[in-house]
C-alpha cells in the first residue's frame, strides 16, 4: 500500500494507481452514505453500488457491532485495510481476487471509529447463479445440448473444488467462503474469492483444523440444479488438489457432513436436519424448464442470488 493521505480525521491509501484522490474517494463515501440505499447490509457492514469513471464499483463500510471486536481494531489495522492487505498477497500468490481501488480508516486514539474499502466489480457472475443457469438451460435442452450443458456444470463444479484447494495449498483460509463469495469469472471461468475481512493466512498448506469450515461454509446452502453427487465431485476435485489419498478423503468426509447438518439446524432453523440425512436435507427444487430468465440477471458481489438468499443471511 501507498503511504496515506491524512484528511482530518481520515486516512485514506490509494491502492491502485489512477483510482482517484483522497478527497473524491472521501466524497464518495460519504455521498453513499447519506444518500443512497445499501446493495447489502450485514451485521458489521454496509455494501453500496456506484459508478466511478465509467465502472462499477463497490464500497464496503464498517461500523462497530460487538465491544470485543472494537478491543481488536486496538491492536490490529481496521478491516478495510486488512482487505487491502490480504487482497494483495491473494493477487500476487495468483488467487483471482477484485481489486482493491482504495481504502480508508478513521481513529479516535487507538480505537477505529470509521473504515471502508473500496474495489472494483468482477467481470463474472457467483457460482450458484451460473450453477442454477445451467440447470435451467438443461431442463428445456434437447439431449445433445443437454449432454453438453452436464459437462460444463461438471467443469464449474471441479474447478471451484480444486480452487479451494488450491487456496488451502497457499496457506489461506477465507473468512466466509459462502456461494455469493465464490465467483465464476472472465471467458475461461475462473474462480474468484470474495470478502476478505476475515480471511487469513498462515504457512503452506493451511491445517485441516482450521481449512475445513471452508468447506462446511460452502455446503450448507442449498443451491438450485446442485445435488449430492454435485458435492462430492467438488470434495473429491478438493481432495485430489490436496494430494490425499483416498483413504484419507473418506475419513474427513463424515466430519464435514455431520457439520454441516448441524449448522442447517442451528443457523437455518432445520429442526428436523438430522433426521432428514444429508441428501434430502441438501436437496433444492428440481428447475423447470425455459425459465433461464431467472437467473439472467447477475448480482452485485455483495447481494446473494435469490436461490441461497434466505439461507445467507446468518453467516458462519
Given at each position: 500500500?501507498?503511504?496515506?493521505?491524512?484528511?482530518?480525521?481520515?486516512?485514506?491509501?490509494?491502492?491502485?494507481?489512477?483510482?482517484?484522490?483522497?478527497?473524491?474517494?472521501?466524497?464518495?463515501?460519504?455521498?453513499?452514505?447519506?444518500?443512497?440505499?445499501?446493495?447489502?447490509?450485514?451485521?458489521?457492514?454496509?455494501?453500496?453500488?456506484?459508478?466511478?469513471?465509467?465502472?462499477?464499483?463497490?464500497?464496503?463500510?464498517?461500523?462497530?457491532?460487538?465491544?470485543?471486536?472494537?478491543?481488536?481494531?486496538?491492536?490490529?489495522?481496521?478491516?478495510?485495510?486488512?482487505?487491502?492487505?490480504?487482497?494483495?498477497?491473494?493477487?500476487?500468490?495468483?488467487?483471482?481476487?477484485?481489486?482493491?481501488?482504495?481504502?480508508?480508516?478513521?481513529?479516535?486514539?487507538?480505537?477505529?471509529?470509521?473504515?471502508?474499502?473500496?474495489?472494483?466489480?468482477?467481470?463474472?457472475?457467483?457460482?450458484?447463479?451460473?450453477?442454477?443457469?445451467?440447470?435451467y438451460r438443461r431442463a428445456a435442452?434437447?439431449?445433445?445440448?443437454?449432454?453438453?450443458?452436464?459437462?460444463?456444470?461438471?467443469?464449474?463444479?471441479?474447478?471451484?473444488?480444486?480452487?479451494?484447494?488450491?487456496l488451502h495449498g497457499r496457506g489461506?483460509?477465507?473468512?466466509?467462503?459462502?456461494?455469493?463469495?465464490?465467483?465464476?469469472?472472465?471467458?475461461?471461468?475462473?474462480?474468484?474469492?470474495?470478502?476478505?475481512?476475515?480471511?487469513?493466512?498462515?504457512?503452506?498448506?493451511?491445517?485441516?483444523?482450521?481449512?475445513?469450515?471452508?468447506?462446511?461454509?460452502?455446503?450448507?446452502?442449498?443451491?438450485?440444479?446442485?445435488?449430492?453427487?454435485?458435492?462430492?465431485?467438488?470434495?473429491?476435485?478438493?481432495?485430489?488438489?490436496?494430494?490425499?489419498?483416498?483413504?484419507?478423503?473418506?475419513?474427513?468426509?463424515?466430519?464435514?457432513?455431520?457439520?454441516?447438518?448441524?449448522?442447517?439446524?442451528?443457523?437455518?432453523?432445520?429442526?428436523?436436519?438430522?433426521?432428514?440425512?444429508?441428501?434430502?436435507?441438501?436437496?433444492?427444487?428440481?428447475?423447470?424448464?425455459?425459465?433461464?430468465?431467472?437467473?439472467?440477471?447477475?448480482?452485485?458481489?455483495?447481494?446473494?442470488?435469490?436461490?441461497?438468499?434466505?439461507?445467507?443471511?446468518?453467516?458462519?
Amino acid at each position: 500500500m501507498t503511504d496515506p493521505v491524512c484528511i482530518g480525521r481520515w486516512r485514506v491509501w490509494g491502492v491502485a494507481s489512477g483510482s482517484g484522490t483522497a478527497d473524491t474517494w472521501l466524497a464518495l463515501a460519504e455521498r453513499l452514505a447519506t444518500t443512497t440505499t445499501p446493495c447489502h447490509r450485514s451485521k458489521h457492514a454496509a455494501t453500496y453500488r456506484a459508478v466511478v469513471d465509467g465502472r462499477d464499483v463497490y464500497l464496503k463500510r464498517y461500523h462497530r457491532y460487538r465491544w470485543h471486536t472494537v478491543v481488536k481494531d486496538t491492536l490490529r489495522p481496521s478491516k478495510a485495510r486488512h482487505v487491502a492487505r490480504v487482497s494483495a498477497v491473494l493477487t500476487a500468490a495468483g488467487v483471482r481476487v477484485p481489486a482493491v481501488l482504495a481504502v480508508a480508516e478513521q481513529r479516535r486514539g487507538p480505537v477505529v471509529v470509521d473504515a471502508w474499502v473500496a474495489t472494483a466489480a468482477l467481470d463474472g457472475v457467483p457460482v450458484a447463479d451460473r450453477l442454477a443457469d445451467l440447470a435451467y438451460r438443461r431442463a428445456a435442452a434437447a439431449p445433445a445440448e443437454a449432454r453438453a450443458l452436464l459437462v460444463a456444470k461438471r467443469r464449474v463444479l471441479t474447478a471451484l473444488g480444486a480452487a479451494v484447494a488450491d487456496l488451502h495449498g497457499r496457506g489461506f483460509v477465507a473468512g466466509d467462503l459462502v456461494p455469493t463469495n465464490v465467483w465464476v469469472t472472465g471467458a475461461t471461468g475462473t474462480i474468484a474469492f470474495l470478502d476478505h475481512d476475515r480471511t487469513r493466512r498462515e504457512p503452506a498448506p493451511a491445517r485441516w483444523r482450521g481449512a475445513r469450515r471452508n468447506l462446511v461454509q460452502l455446503n450448507r446452502v442449498v443451491l438450485t440444479g446442485v445435488v449430492a453427487t454435485d458435492r462430492a465431485r467438488v470434495y473429491r476435485a478438493y481432495a485430489a488438489g490436496r494430494g490425499w489419498t483416498p483413504a484419507e478423503a473418506r475419513r474427513r468426509l463424515p466430519w464435514i457432513i455431520a457439520k454441516t447438518i448441524a449448522r442447517r439446524r442451528r443457523f437455518d432453523g432445520v429442526a428436523d436436519a438430522g433426521e432428514l440425512g444429508f441428501r434430502r436435507l441438501m436437496r433444492a427444487p428440481a428447475p423447470a424448464a425455459a425459465t433461464a430468465s431467472a437467473v439472467a440477471t447477475a448480482p452485485s458481489p455483495t447481494t446473494p442470488s435469490p436461490a441461497v438468499a434466505a439461507t445467507e443471511r446468518r453467516r458462519r
